[in-house]
T-cell receptor, first 116, second 113 residues
Framework: DAGVTQSPTHLIKTRGQHVTLRCSPI?????VSWYQQVLGQGPQFIFQYYEKEERGRGNFPDRFSARQFPNYSSELNVNALLLGDSALYLCASSRKGLAGASGELFFGEGSRLTVL | AQSVTQPDIHITVSEGASLELRCNYSYGATPYLFWYVQSPGQGLQLLLK??????LVQGIKGFEAEFKRSQSSFNLRKPSVHWSDAAEYFC???????????FGTGTRLQVTL
């Protein structure tokens, strides 16, 4: 079975531009989460979607938005890019929540965004 | 607020030596704890997790971790390190009504031959 797939793998943008990152979860997984990983730090939670509804939002500005489609794939959008948005953006999927024996996040390899 | 601390930013061990990576958490209730590994340019792979029961958890690649409530710790161990274990290791705790992971800052492991 295919794992979590993300596109594009690398991209370069300039300040003020907009970016859309895409994610396809593992088949059967209904929850998608997005994390930002700045160089040298641990991943930071941005959003979680379950059954196409936002279930959690991290401490990120309104320039960051996301959505989940009926096929459970997801997009992360970032407007008015800043230099500080340069990071590895990780998508993760899970069947439902993270608690209990079956709770686990499966991560994709990420989209590396460079803002110049 | 829930948090995870990994005190060691960088650790170097010789191949074949034992390894222990430290993780301390701050959480009011019984935590759900995870260890992930990230190779350069890659996503994160789950090594093991603790949610209840036996406090000694076995994971993949020969790793294990021990949950110690009295010390608020969940340290990762491996008896004999291989050169391929060189990577970044992240400890994480489930927070926010079980909807997200809060990660530590990571420990970079270097293995010398």
């Amino acid at each position: 079975d295919a794992g979590v797939t993300q596109s594009p793998t690398h991209l370069i943008k300039t300040r003020g531009q907009h970016v859309t990152l895409r994610c396809s979860p593992i088949s059967g997984h209904k929850s998608v989460s997005w994390y930002q990983q700045v160089l040298g730090q641990g991943p930071q939670f941005i959003f979680q979607y379950y059954e196409k509804e936002e279930r959690g939002r991290g401490n990120f500005p309104d320039r960051f938005s996301a959505r989940q489609f009926p096929n459970y794939s997801s997009e992360l959008n970032v407007n008015a890019l800043l230099l500080g948005d340069s990071a590895l953006y990780l998508c993760a999927s899970s069947r439902k929540g993270l608690a209990g024996a079956s709770g686990e996040l499966f991560f994709g390899e990420g989209s590396r965004l460079t803002v110049l | 607020a829930q948090s995870v601390t990994q005190p060691d930013i960088h650790i170097t061990v010789s191949e074949g030596a034992s390894l222990e990576l430290r993780c301390n958490y701050s959480y009011g209730a019984t935590p759900y704890l995870f260890w992930y590994v990230q190779s350069p340019g890659q996503g994160l792979q789950l090594l093991l997790k603790y949610f209840s029961g036996d406090t000694l958890v076995q994971g993949i690649k020969g790793f294990e971790a021990e949950f110690k409530r009295s010390q608020s710790s969940f340290n990762l161990r491996k008896p004999s390190v291989h050169w391929s274990d060189a990577a970044e290791y992240f400890c994480a705790v489930v927070t926010g009504t079980a909807s997200k992971l809060t990660f530590g800052t990571g420990t970079r492991l270097q293995v010398t031959l």
